[in-house]
């Protein structure tokens, strides 16, 4: 099978970052020789590395990597940050006089980090310019530290934390905890119950509040503004998540046109809404299905499970013992219908002879 380009321009890459590393272990600069590994026996930048990965302060985000996720930083980001925290350098001992550049160099070679570059390198239709965080990357090939529009990914497995240890012992636990909410307590069932209910429209209603907003202020202003702009974002911080206000619009104004045509699609939508909207008797009629099937899984106990399964038992032995009684019964009027029978034909005959000497003697 041919292999396409991209295939081969990846597999170039992944050669030439091979052949890079092999170079850099067999004949390795000065400042490498005079790196010396601390007492632990762990590399003084691989704990470097570790320190500045796990600092807030260095803004990252995560993209796609060759089909991989890896989180990444800019270049003129890490000489900012360097600038404000100096105390890093003591970790690497005896190299902390060096500049920024050289130490993200050392990284470099000691493949701690990868150098990339962004994969869309065109300025996208209605965007002014290329994107300031990039979701997908590429391998660059020339793997040396540069301020101006460079990415860098870490390429080492971040440490885990104990808040993480304890968070992934917890899931199994959650997971036990929903698949015995059936056996709970009324009162703790109420409580889940509302508390989800109760997430669950908080989300739904800042969803909602969230699109109207964008929806009117684009067609009357022509400004894309989504508040709360990283509340569906997969990788962010807590800060991040709590922004209120977005960043600045960037790209251009919308015609008038298609804003005056979403305004009449926006109409025709909620007239339609309007006209098949349900009664107040479907709507009730719903409403208590609904309750009801709520009342069902609120109410359901393992002792009314037990006592249904008694009674699906007990009703066959009812059924067997009312067939016997009846089929006594029915054999008790047969013998009855048989003995009138039997005694039918005797009275017969004695008013017969009642009837004979009756005639007799009138004679």
Known sequence: MKKSGSEKKRESARSKIRRSTLQNGSGRDASDVSSKKPATGKDVFQVFAEKVRDNKQLESRWAVLQETRVEYFRGKDIVKFMRKHPELKELIGSEKDLEVEDIINILLKKNLLVRCDRVVKTIRPGK?????WPAHLEIFH????????????????????LWMTILSFSWPLL?????????????????????CAGVLLLIL???????LVFGALWIILGKRVWIFPNILAEETTFKELVQFWPSKDEEEKPKWTSRLFYLLVAVLVILLLRHH?????????????????????LEWSPKLALSGMMEKQQEPETVVNSTKTEEATDDSRTSETDDSEIETPSNADEGEDIIDDAVGYQK
Do not use: G, H, M
């Not at 059936?182 to 119950?193: A, D, E, F, H």
């Open 128 to 132: 002014k310019k290329l994107s300031t």
């Open 142 to 161: 020339d793997q040396v530290f540069s301020e101006n529009d460079a990415f860098f990914a870490w390429t080492f497995l971040k440490r885990r934390t």
């Open 175 to 195: 997971a036990l905890a929903i698949c015995l909410f059936p056996v709970y307590p009324y009162t703790c069932k109420l409580v889940v119950l509302y508390s």
């Open 205 to 211: 209603s800042l969803l909602l509040v969230r699109a």
């Open 277 to 297: 909207a349900p009664d107040e008797a479907a709507r009730a009629r719903y409403q208590k299905r609904v309750s009801n099937i709520i009342d069902d899984v």
